[in-house]
């Protein structure tokens, strides 16, 4: 049991966010420090066997525009893109963090959505965060089951932090 309890101390996860657009920090305050906390709940939840490497980026629009035509072929901006790097070390004995990936978010189409939806910037930040760290661990939302899975991990890991049901309108 000691060396469970030492190696969940040991492990350090890394969480990065860069933070590329200044208006991200007028219109939420810390906004990288939220991040942090966003995502650090979603890898508590997973509780992959090493250590996590992530980087979150704080974009604007045009910035998410292009990731989304160049990677997705859609020439429009969209609010959060996932790009996985690789998978966790299979047994665990990685001795760097593994480097999952990157979430980009887009503030633009963020402010508005979480205005259209009555929801606070940070709110949505958090579901957006949490629904990015999901898929750079393989969990999507293509065919309805593996939706349903991962919007119940959402709504559990966004419960935890205190955010409400982003889904519950929808139901």
Sequence with gaps: M????????????????????????????????????????????????????LCIVLADDGFVRDLNRAWRGQDRPTNVLSFPAGEPHPDGS??????????????????????????????H???LVVHG?????GHDHVKARAAAAMERMEVSILAGLG?????????
Excluded: M
């Design 94 to 123: 990685a001795a760097e963090p593994t480097n999952l990936g990157d979430v980009v978010v887009a503030l633009g189409t963020t402010a508005r959505e979480a205005a259209a939806q009555g929801k606070t910037l940070s709110d």
């Design 133 to 137: 760290v999901l898929h750079l661990f």
């Design 163 to 171: 955010v409400a049901n982003p889904y519950a309108a929808a139901a």
């Design 2 to 53: 000691k060396g469970d309890t030492r190696r969940q101390s040991t492990r350090r996860n890394r969480i990065a966010v860069r933070v590329l657009d200044g208006a991200w920090k007028q219109a939420l305050p810390a906004p990288a420090v939220k991040c942090r906390r966003f995502a650090a709940a979603a890898l508590r939840t997973i509780d992959p066997k090493d250590a996590i490497e």
């Design 125 to 127: 930040l958090a579901h």
